[in-house]
Protein backbone atom coordinates (compact mmCIF):
# COMPACT_ATOMS: atom_id res chain seq x y z
CA UNK A 1 0.00 0.00 0.00
CA UNK A 2 1.15 3.46 -0.97
CA UNK A 3 2.37 5.64 1.94
CA UNK A 4 -0.07 8.31 1.55
CA UNK A 5 -2.67 5.62 2.86
CA UNK A 6 -1.18 5.25 6.43
CA UNK A 7 -4.69 6.01 8.06
CA UNK A 8 -6.06 2.70 7.26
CA UNK A 9 -3.13 1.12 7.81
CA UNK A 10 -3.69 0.29 11.62
CA UNK A 11 -2.00 -3.15 12.04
CA UNK A 12 1.77 -3.07 10.35
CA UNK A 13 3.19 -6.20 9.65
CA UNK A 14 6.26 -7.85 8.67
CA UNK A 15 7.03 -9.03 4.75
CA UNK A 16 6.43 -12.64 4.78
CA UNK A 17 8.61 -14.98 2.88
CA UNK A 18 6.54 -17.34 1.43
CA UNK A 19 9.27 -19.43 0.60
CA UNK A 20 9.15 -20.74 4.14
CA UNK A 21 8.92 -24.55 4.50
CA UNK A 22 6.42 -26.75 6.68
CA UNK A 23 9.24 -27.63 8.75
CA UNK A 24 10.54 -24.21 9.52
CA UNK A 25 6.66 -23.11 10.46
CA UNK A 26 6.66 -26.22 12.83
CA UNK A 27 10.28 -24.71 14.50
CA UNK A 28 8.11 -21.91 14.95
CA UNK A 29 5.56 -23.06 16.79
CA UNK A 30 7.45 -25.50 18.72
CA UNK A 31 10.08 -22.94 20.04
CA UNK A 32 11.18 -22.68 23.62
CA UNK A 33 8.26 -20.53 24.73
CA UNK A 34 11.22 -19.30 27.61
CA UNK A 35 13.65 -18.23 25.07
CA UNK A 36 13.47 -14.41 24.92
CA UNK A 37 13.11 -13.75 21.17
CA UNK A 38 12.52 -9.93 19.30
CA UNK A 39 9.05 -10.42 18.06
CA UNK A 40 6.78 -8.08 16.79
CA UNK A 41 3.75 -7.21 18.34
CA UNK A 42 0.85 -4.75 18.31
CA UNK A 43 -1.75 -4.39 20.89
CA UNK A 44 -5.26 -3.06 20.38
CA UNK A 45 -6.91 -1.46 22.85
CA UNK A 46 -10.90 -0.09 23.43
CA UNK A 47 -12.06 3.67 22.62
CA UNK A 48 -14.72 5.52 22.34
CA UNK A 49 -15.18 6.55 18.41
CA UNK A 50 -15.46 10.23 17.81
CA UNK A 51 -18.10 9.90 15.51
CA UNK A 52 -20.36 6.66 14.44
CA UNK A 53 -19.53 7.54 10.96
CA UNK A 54 -15.99 6.65 11.57
CA UNK A 55 -16.66 3.33 11.84
CA UNK A 56 -18.62 2.67 8.60
CA UNK A 57 -16.88 -0.07 6.13
CA UNK A 58 -15.42 2.11 3.71
CA UNK A 59 -13.34 3.56 6.23
CA UNK A 60 -11.78 0.35 7.02
CA UNK A 61 -12.32 0.29 10.64
CA UNK A 62 -10.90 -1.96 12.88
CA UNK A 63 -13.72 -2.29 15.51
CA UNK A 64 -15.80 -4.22 18.53
CA UNK A 65 -19.47 -4.70 19.05
CA UNK A 66 -22.68 -2.73 17.16
CA UNK A 67 -22.63 -4.70 13.39
CA UNK A 68 -19.98 -5.89 11.75
CA UNK A 69 -18.80 -3.41 8.82
CA UNK A 70 -18.54 -6.42 5.79
CA UNK A 71 -15.65 -5.65 3.38
CA UNK A 72 -17.32 -7.00 0.70
CA UNK A 73 -21.21 -6.16 1.34
CA UNK A 74 -22.90 -8.56 -0.83
CA UNK A 75 -21.33 -12.09 -0.75
CA UNK A 76 -22.35 -12.73 2.79
CA UNK A 77 -21.51 -15.60 5.06
CA UNK A 78 -25.05 -17.79 5.02
CA UNK A 79 -26.55 -20.93 6.69
CA UNK A 80 -24.38 -22.77 8.52
CA UNK A 81 -21.71 -20.13 8.66
CA UNK A 82 -23.59 -17.49 10.39
CA UNK A 83 -25.66 -19.80 13.20
CA UNK A 84 -24.07 -21.40 16.19
CA UNK A 85 -23.54 -25.33 15.67
CA UNK A 86 -24.62 -26.09 19.13
CA UNK A 87 -27.59 -23.90 19.69
CA UNK A 88 -27.92 -23.23 15.90
CA UNK A 89 -28.75 -19.72 16.77
CA UNK A 90 -27.57 -16.59 14.55
CA UNK A 91 -24.10 -15.67 15.89
CA UNK A 92 -23.47 -12.46 17.43
CA UNK A 93 -20.58 -9.81 16.36
CA UNK A 94 -17.84 -9.96 18.44
CA UNK A 95 -15.18 -7.90 16.42
CA UNK A 96 -13.19 -6.91 13.27
CA UNK A 97 -9.38 -6.60 12.09
CA UNK A 98 -7.84 -4.83 9.26
CA UNK A 99 -5.43 -6.18 8.45
CA UNK A 100 -4.12 -5.87 4.71
CA UNK A 101 -1.12 -7.81 3.28
CA UNK A 102 0.58 -4.70 1.19
CA UNK A 103 2.93 -6.93 -0.55
CA UNK A 104 0.05 -8.85 -2.41
CA UNK A 105 -2.23 -7.33 -4.91
CA UNK A 106 -5.06 -9.39 -3.62
CA UNK A 107 -4.74 -8.45 -0.19
CA UNK A 108 -4.69 -4.35 -0.48
CA UNK A 109 -8.01 -4.74 1.93
CA UNK A 110 -8.13 -7.34 4.04
CA UNK A 111 -10.17 -7.70 7.19
CA UNK A 112 -10.82 -10.11 9.85
CA UNK A 113 -14.51 -10.88 11.35
CA UNK A 114 -15.12 -13.03 14.69
CA UNK A 115 -18.21 -14.06 15.41
CA UNK A 116 -19.48 -15.97 18.58
CA UNK A 117 -22.46 -17.63 20.40
CA UNK A 118 -23.06 -15.74 23.61
CA UNK A 119 -23.85 -18.63 25.41
CA UNK A 120 -21.20 -20.06 27.74
CA UNK A 121 -22.24 -23.37 27.70
CA UNK A 122 -21.89 -23.80 23.76
CA UNK A 123 -18.61 -22.33 24.08
CA UNK A 124 -17.68 -24.97 26.67
CA UNK A 125 -18.84 -27.83 24.15
CA UNK A 126 -17.30 -25.48 21.89
CA UNK A 127 -13.93 -26.42 23.40
CA UNK A 128 -14.21 -29.90 23.34
CA UNK A 129 -15.11 -30.02 19.42
CA UNK A 130 -11.95 -27.84 18.55
CA UNK A 131 -9.93 -30.98 19.50
CA UNK A 132 -11.39 -33.08 16.28
CA UNK A 133 -9.60 -32.91 13.02
CA UNK A 134 -11.06 -30.42 10.79
CA UNK A 135 -12.12 -33.28 8.53
CA UNK A 136 -14.39 -34.86 11.19
CA UNK A 137 -16.16 -31.67 10.94
CA UNK A 138 -16.10 -30.41 14.74
CA UNK A 139 -19.13 -28.02 15.97
CA UNK A 140 -18.10 -24.72 16.57
CA UNK A 141 -19.71 -22.17 18.71
CA UNK A 142 -17.23 -19.30 17.52
CA UNK A 143 -16.13 -18.41 14.04
CA UNK A 144 -13.73 -16.35 12.08
CA UNK A 145 -14.19 -15.27 8.34
CA UNK A 146 -11.49 -13.66 6.42
CA UNK A 147 -12.40 -11.27 3.47
CA UNK A 148 -10.20 -9.45 1.05
CA UNK A 149 -10.10 -7.59 -1.74
CA UNK A 150 -7.73 -5.89 -4.34
CA UNK A 151 -6.90 -2.00 -4.80
CA UNK A 152 -9.33 -2.05 -7.59
CA UNK A 153 -12.69 -3.27 -6.63
CA UNK A 154 -16.56 -2.57 -7.31
CA UNK A 155 -16.73 -1.45 -3.76
CA UNK A 156 -14.01 1.32 -3.14
CA UNK A 157 -12.88 4.17 -4.22
CA UNK A 158 -8.68 2.96 -5.32
CA UNK A 159 -7.37 6.18 -3.22
CA UNK A 160 -7.42 6.36 0.56
CA UNK A 161 -10.51 7.98 2.29
CA UNK A 162 -10.22 11.41 3.45
CA UNK A 163 -12.46 11.13 6.05
CA UNK A 164 -13.60 14.50 6.19
CA UNK A 165 -17.40 13.42 6.06
CA UNK A 166 -17.75 13.41 2.26
CA UNK A 167 -16.39 9.41 1.71
CA UNK A 168 -18.71 6.80 0.09
CA UNK A 169 -18.25 3.86 -0.89
CA UNK A 170 -18.78 2.87 -4.61
CA UNK A 171 -21.91 0.64 -4.46
CA UNK A 172 -24.84 -0.76 -1.97
CA UNK A 173 -24.77 -4.16 0.14
CA UNK A 174 -26.77 -6.75 0.65
CA UNK A 175 -30.11 -6.01 2.36
CA UNK A 176 -29.21 -7.08 6.38
CA UNK A 177 -31.33 -8.48 8.69
CA UNK A 178 -33.62 -5.33 10.11
CA UNK A 179 -33.19 -7.56 13.99
CA UNK A 180 -29.49 -8.08 14.14
CA UNK A 181 -28.32 -6.05 11.25
CA UNK A 182 -25.52 -8.43 10.94
CA UNK A 183 -26.36 -11.16 9.02
CA UNK A 184 -27.85 -11.00 5.09
CA UNK A 185 -32.00 -10.47 5.31
CA UNK A 186 -32.89 -13.50 2.82
CA UNK A 187 -36.60 -13.54 4.53
CA UNK A 188 -38.85 -10.60 3.99
CA UNK A 189 -41.76 -9.33 6.02
CA UNK A 190 -45.05 -10.71 4.05
CA UNK A 191 -46.83 -7.74 5.48
CA UNK A 192 -44.86 -4.83 4.86
CA UNK A 193 -41.77 -6.21 2.28
CA UNK A 194 -39.92 -3.87 3.82
CA UNK A 195 -38.40 -5.46 6.90
CA UNK A 196 -35.89 -8.32 5.95
CA UNK A 197 -35.01 -11.09 8.74
CA UNK A 198 -31.85 -13.82 8.55
CA UNK A 199 -33.78 -16.24 10.39
CA UNK A 200 -37.69 -16.74 11.79
CA UNK A 201 -36.59 -16.25 15.69
CA UNK A 202 -35.56 -13.03 14.57
CA UNK A 203 -38.56 -11.92 12.52
CA UNK A 204 -40.87 -13.12 15.36
CA UNK A 205 -38.26 -11.30 18.45
CA UNK A 206 -38.64 -8.11 15.87
CA UNK A 207 -42.53 -8.23 15.56
CA UNK A 208 -42.98 -8.96 19.24
CA UNK A 209 -40.92 -5.63 19.93
CA UNK A 210 -43.17 -3.28 17.95
CA UNK A 211 -42.91 -4.39 14.19
CA UNK A 212 -45.98 -5.71 14.29
CA UNK A 213 -47.60 -1.33 14.52
CA UNK A 214 -44.85 -0.38 12.63
CA UNK A 215 -45.90 -2.91 9.94
CA UNK A 216 -49.24 -1.56 9.69
CA UNK A 217 -47.99 2.08 9.52
CA UNK A 218 -45.23 1.11 6.44
CA UNK A 219 -48.86 -0.90 4.70
CA UNK A 220 -51.01 2.38 5.31
CA UNK A 221 -48.24 5.04 4.15
CA UNK A 222 -46.82 2.99 0.61
CA UNK A 223 -50.54 3.00 0.07
CA UNK A 224 -50.84 6.97 0.22
CA UNK A 225 -47.13 7.11 -1.22
CA UNK A 226 -48.17 4.72 -4.32
CA UNK A 227 -50.98 7.42 -5.06
CA UNK A 228 -49.17 10.44 -4.59
CA UNK A 229 -45.49 10.27 -5.25
CA UNK A 230 -45.04 6.84 -6.81
CA UNK A 231 -40.88 7.72 -7.55
CA UNK A 232 -40.76 7.95 -3.36
CA UNK A 233 -39.14 4.89 -0.81
CA UNK A 234 -39.55 4.58 3.06
CA UNK A 235 -36.45 4.17 4.44
CA UNK A 236 -35.82 0.44 6.10
CA UNK A 237 -36.22 0.17 9.97
CA UNK A 238 -33.29 0.30 12.04
CA UNK A 239 -31.85 -2.63 14.06
CA UNK A 240 -34.03 -2.97 16.27
CA UNK A 241 -32.17 -5.55 18.62
CA UNK A 242 -30.85 -4.11 22.02
CA UNK A 243 -28.95 -6.66 23.02
CA UNK A 244 -25.47 -6.10 20.42
CA UNK A 245 -22.62 -5.51 22.49
CA UNK A 246 -21.68 -1.94 22.80
CA UNK A 247 -19.51 -0.74 19.74
CA UNK A 248 -16.17 0.50 19.88
CA UNK A 249 -12.94 1.54 17.75
CA UNK A 250 -9.86 -0.90 18.46
CA UNK A 251 -7.34 1.17 18.61
CA UNK A 252 -3.57 -0.07 17.49
CA UNK A 253 -0.13 0.43 18.88
CA UNK A 254 3.23 -1.57 18.73
CA UNK A 255 3.97 -3.22 22.45
CA UNK A 256 7.01 -1.97 22.95
CA UNK A 257 5.43 1.68 23.09
CA UNK A 258 4.24 0.59 26.27
CA UNK A 259 6.18 1.17 29.62
CA UNK A 260 6.51 -1.45 31.60
CA UNK A 261 7.72 0.72 34.69
CA UNK A 262 4.02 2.37 34.95
CA UNK A 263 3.27 3.87 38.62
CA UNK A 264 2.25 1.67 41.29
CA UNK A 265 -0.85 3.52 41.05
CA UNK A 266 -1.37 3.35 37.77
CA UNK A 267 -0.48 -0.22 37.89
CA UNK A 268 -3.05 -1.77 40.54
CA UNK A 269 -5.93 0.71 39.00
CA UNK A 270 -5.24 -0.84 35.24
CA UNK A 271 -4.50 -4.27 36.80
CA UNK A 272 -8.12 -4.24 38.30
CA UNK A 273 -9.76 -4.01 35.39
CA UNK A 274 -7.61 -6.99 33.92
CA UNK A 275 -9.07 -8.99 36.66
CA UNK A 276 -12.76 -7.06 36.24
CA UNK A 277 -14.34 -9.92 34.63
CA UNK A 278 -12.66 -12.50 36.97
CA UNK A 279 -13.66 -12.41 40.70
CA UNK A 280 -11.26 -12.64 43.79
CA UNK A 281 -12.84 -16.11 44.53
CA UNK A 282 -12.14 -17.08 41.12
CA UNK A 283 -8.89 -15.69 41.27
CA UNK A 284 -8.09 -18.00 44.03
CA UNK A 285 -9.88 -20.83 42.62
CA UNK A 286 -7.64 -20.80 39.63
CA UNK A 287 -4.60 -20.39 41.89
CA UNK A 288 -5.59 -23.53 44.04
CA UNK A 289 -6.06 -25.21 40.11
CA UNK A 290 -2.38 -24.17 39.10
CA UNK A 291 -0.48 -27.48 40.91
CA UNK A 292 1.36 -27.27 38.13
CA UNK A 293 4.77 -25.70 38.44
CA UNK A 294 4.25 -25.37 34.46
CA UNK A 295 0.79 -23.63 34.60
CA UNK A 296 2.28 -21.68 37.64
CA UNK A 297 4.83 -20.22 35.57
CA UNK A 298 2.70 -19.36 32.32
CA UNK A 299 0.49 -17.82 34.51
CA UNK A 300 3.21 -15.84 36.25
CA UNK A 301 4.26 -15.23 32.75
CA UNK A 302 0.89 -13.92 30.99
CA UNK A 303 0.19 -11.74 34.18
CA UNK A 304 4.19 -9.95 33.81
CA UNK A 305 3.57 -9.53 29.87
CA UNK A 306 0.20 -7.69 29.96
CA UNK A 307 1.09 -5.70 32.86
CA UNK A 308 2.65 -3.33 30.20
CA UNK A 309 -1.01 -2.59 28.90
CA UNK A 310 -3.33 -4.03 31.11
CA UNK A 311 -6.47 -2.64 29.35
CA UNK A 312 -5.02 -4.70 25.69
CA UNK A 313 -8.07 -6.69 23.97
CA UNK A 314 -5.88 -7.99 21.29
CA UNK A 315 -2.82 -8.95 20.86
CA UNK A 316 -1.63 -9.30 16.65
CA UNK A 317 1.75 -10.40 14.98
CA UNK A 318 2.05 -12.31 12.05
CA UNK A 319 5.99 -12.73 12.73
CA UNK A 320 6.01 -16.35 12.11
CA UNK A 321 8.86 -16.46 15.82
CA UNK A 322 5.55 -15.18 17.37
CA UNK A 323 3.83 -16.91 19.57
CA UNK A 324 0.64 -16.47 21.53
CA UNK A 325 0.64 -15.71 25.01
CA UNK A 326 -1.38 -18.94 26.70
CA UNK A 327 -2.50 -18.58 30.51
CA UNK A 328 -2.28 -21.89 30.88
CA UNK A 329 -0.05 -24.81 29.94
CA UNK A 330 -2.55 -26.64 29.31
CA UNK A 331 -5.16 -26.98 26.59
CA UNK A 332 -2.69 -25.43 24.40
CA UNK A 333 -2.52 -27.07 20.38
CA UNK A 334 0.07 -28.68 19.28
CA UNK A 335 0.98 -28.34 15.41
CA UNK A 336 -0.90 -31.43 15.00
CA UNK A 337 -3.75 -29.49 16.15
CA UNK A 338 -3.50 -26.99 13.75
CA UNK A 339 -5.29 -27.95 10.60
CA UNK A 340 -4.11 -26.83 6.72
CA UNK A 341 -6.03 -24.05 5.24
CA UNK A 342 -9.41 -25.96 3.87
CA UNK A 343 -9.13 -23.94 0.46
CA UNK A 344 -5.43 -24.28 -0.39
CA UNK A 345 -4.41 -27.01 1.87
CA UNK A 346 -1.41 -24.58 2.99
CA UNK A 347 -0.25 -24.09 6.29
CA UNK A 348 -2.16 -21.72 8.91
CA UNK A 349 -0.17 -19.44 11.34
CA UNK A 350 -0.86 -17.18 14.16
CA UNK A 351 -1.99 -14.16 13.11
CA UNK A 352 -4.15 -12.68 16.48
CA UNK A 353 -5.45 -13.73 19.80
CA UNK A 354 -8.33 -11.74 21.74
CA UNK A 355 -7.90 -11.19 25.23
CA UNK A 356 -10.85 -11.32 28.37
CA UNK A 357 -10.30 -7.64 29.50
CA UNK A 358 -12.96 -7.18 26.28
CA UNK A 359 -15.49 -8.74 28.10
CA UNK A 360 -15.82 -5.64 30.35
CA UNK A 361 -15.95 -3.67 28.18
CA UNK A 362 -18.66 -4.87 26.06
CA UNK A 363 -20.56 -5.27 29.56
CA UNK A 364 -20.79 -9.01 29.59
CA UNK A 365 -21.80 -10.47 33.26
CA UNK A 366 -20.54 -12.66 35.43
CA UNK A 367 -23.00 -14.89 35.56
CA UNK A 368 -23.05 -19.07 35.20
CA UNK A 369 -23.59 -18.50 31.80
CA UNK A 370 -22.00 -15.04 30.29
CA UNK A 371 -18.95 -15.77 28.28
CA UNK A 372 -15.44 -15.95 29.89
CA UNK A 373 -12.14 -17.30 28.51
CA UNK A 374 -8.70 -17.28 29.01
CA UNK A 375 -7.64 -16.20 25.41
CA UNK A 376 -9.30 -16.83 21.74
CA UNK A 377 -6.21 -17.71 19.43
CA UNK A 378 -7.39 -17.27 15.80
CA UNK A 379 -4.99 -18.98 12.74
CA UNK A 380 -4.88 -18.02 9.65
CA UNK A 381 -3.80 -19.49 6.03
CA UNK A 382 -0.15 -18.36 5.99
CA UNK A 383 -0.64 -17.34 1.76
CA UNK A 384 -3.84 -15.32 2.81
CA UNK A 385 -4.80 -17.57 -0.51
CA UNK A 386 -7.70 -16.65 -3.13
CA UNK A 387 -9.76 -19.22 -2.84
CA UNK A 388 -13.64 -18.76 -4.53
CA UNK A 389 -14.99 -18.20 -1.46
CA UNK A 390 -15.50 -14.54 -0.47
CA UNK A 391 -15.74 -15.22 3.11
CA UNK A 392 -13.27 -18.00 3.94
CA UNK A 393 -13.51 -19.93 7.35
CA UNK A 394 -10.27 -19.73 9.38
CA UNK A 395 -9.17 -21.64 12.75
CA UNK A 396 -9.95 -20.62 15.85
CA UNK A 397 -8.33 -22.13 19.17
CA UNK A 398 -9.91 -20.95 22.59
CA UNK A 399 -8.70 -21.69 26.13
CA UNK A 400 -10.63 -21.51 29.08
CA UNK A 401 -10.35 -21.07 32.63
CA UNK A 402 -10.77 -24.28 34.34
CA UNK A 403 -13.36 -22.37 36.29
CA UNK A 404 -16.63 -24.28 35.61
CA UNK A 405 -17.02 -27.99 34.67
CA UNK A 406 -19.58 -28.66 31.72
CA UNK A 407 -23.16 -29.68 33.59
Same mark, same amino acid.
Given at each position: ???????????? @??????????? @?????????????????????????? $??????????????????????????????????????????????????? %???????????????????????????????????????????????????????????????? #??????????????????? $?? @?????????????? @???????????? $???????????????????????????????????????????????????????????????????????????????????????????????? $?????????????????????? %???????????????? #????????????????? #????????????????????????????????? %????????????
Amino acid at each position: MDSDTNDVLPLQ @ELSLDEAITEV @ELEESYEEDEEDELEEYVTLGTIEKP $KHPKFLLRHLFPSKTGGTPAWLDPVELPTGKFSRCDFCEEPLQFLLQIYAP %IPEKESTFHRMLYVFICPSMSCLLQDQHEQWKRREEDPRRSIKVFRCQLPRLNAFYSSEPPRKD #GNDKPLSVGAALCSWCGTW $KG @EKVCSGCKQARYCC @EKHQAMHWKSGH $KNRCHHIIHNLESISSSLPGEKLSRDKVACSSLWPEYEIAIEDECAYDAEASEDASYEASSLVTQHVTDDTYQFLLDKFEADDNKRSWASFQERIS $KCPSQVLRYSRDLMANPLWPLS %IGRPTMTNIPKCKYCN #GSLCYEFQIMPQILYYL #GVKNDSDSLDWGTIVIYTCLASCEASARYKEEF %IWVQLYPTTPIS
